[in-house]
């Protein structure tokens, strides 16, 4: 992973003339023009560079520096998808199908996927070096069972043995899937994997923080429970931003159709052969390849022969066209409907999450309610007990007066005067409690 990561960080800025220099001499051996660029050139004409990581079908990796119309012209895509992939905005998981390339946006996952290449954005994040990992161990394993599928066949041709192909699979078997689809696999294991582990990290976070928070209401734990939603909520939408995004493309046929690179690039070739074979026919009889053809000059056989020719072509096209156009769109339903899978548990692991959190603010609802109950209730008891004391201060503040009274002389009249009140008080005070415990204003 180090020296990966050492081989795949940005080239520094005074290798530009370096770079210059590999591009003129890389421009005689043949290689693709966006390998090796004039940097100085595109600087003074202000078209800005970016560093991307090239993963091609054989799993080598290289770190190319392209501008935005270069790439705009080679993967034909149209600025709003590369602004798609612009780490200094932030859009939400979109996987797009073009007509030569797959536009990818997952998380930190952000590439362009086309029918030989993957370009990515190159970014020190783990998550971008552990898919180019991933992905090039995948094509380089399948590679060598490529090597080995294609010797045993060598073998069994040779000793009249069954083909192991049967038993094994082959490249033209329905379970071999394109290189576009592989690496699609990769950007959405990778998401699905990424954000898997985050609501594994939120759920550990958060059950011990509430089963903490039942047992003990403090407002640091209650401030912590704020930012775990808060959190929570953050992760869901995005969960659900990639659910969508998933079941958009399952619903989608024409989408999923489209999506097939590799075929339509073969379809192309084909069709592309088809008309050089049909243009070679024409001048091995005599007629000029550059000139039209006069439909009086050539005879009558060879205009029904290349009509004849011509329809029989068209019509195996558009059968292999469907039965292609049908078998992929079965092979990349299945793949994403995996992943479906995969994503709405996540999805599910975060809605139970959020249901025990609501569940946990009801229960400490329920508690404060019951804590204010009783506080009310000891309240009415000490107003009423309030209530009764004052009666010996209204008796206080009676016998207070300065008249004269014949009770005073009585040595015993103060005596009667405390037991008669205390009892009226008593007999005050029970009865606001049987009228509490009548009208079941506490349990008594």
Known sequence: MADLKERLLPPKPHSAINLRDTAYRS??????????????????????????????????????????FTMMRRCDLPARDLRL??????????????????????????????????????????????????????????????????????????????????VFGSPSSPDYLPFEFRALEVALEAACTFLDSQAAELEIEAYP?????????????????????????????????????????MDDDGDMAEMYLTEKKRRMETSLYGDQSLMGYRSTDGASVSAPVSPVSSPPEVRRLEKSLSIARSRHE????????????????????????????????????????????DFINIQLDNVRNQLIQFELLLTTATFVVAIFGVVAGIFGMNFPIPLFDDTGAFKWVLIITGVTGVVIFSLFVWFFKYRRLMPL
């Open 27 to 68: 421009s005689g051996s043949g290689r693709q023009p966006f390998q090796g660029m004039d940097v100085l050139g595109l600087k003074k004409r202000g078209q800005g560079l970016r560093s991307w990581i090239r993963v091609d079908t054989s799993g080598n990796s290289q770190v190319i520096e392209v501008d935005k």
């Open 85 to 166: 992939l612009d780490p200094l905005f932030v859009y939400p998981s979109t996987i797009l199908g073009r007509e030569k390339a797959i536009v990818v946006n997952l998380e930190q996952i952000r590439c362009i996927i086309t029918a030989d290449e993957v370009l990515l954005l190159n970014s020190l994040d783990s998550s971008v070096l552990h898919y180019v990992v991933e992905l090039q161990r995948r094509l380089t394993t399948n590679a060598v069972g490529e090597v080995w599928q294609s010797d045993t066949t060598g073998l069994n041709r040779r000793g009249g043995s069954r083909n192991l192909d049967d």
């Open 209 to 249: 923080l509430l089963d903490e928070l039942t047992s003990k209401i403090s407002t640091l734990n209650l401030e912590r429970a704020r930012r775990l939603k808060s959190r929570l909520v953050a992760l869901t939408r995005r969960v659900q931003k990639v659910r969508d995004e998933i079941e958009q493309l």
């Open 318 to 361: 558009s059968m292999r066209s469907s039965e292609s156009a049908t078998e992929s769109i079965e092979e990349l339903e299945m793949l994403l409907e995996a992943y479906f899978v995969v994503i709405d548990s996540t999805l599910n692991k975060l809605t139970s999450l959020k249901e025990y959190i609501d569940d946990t603010e």
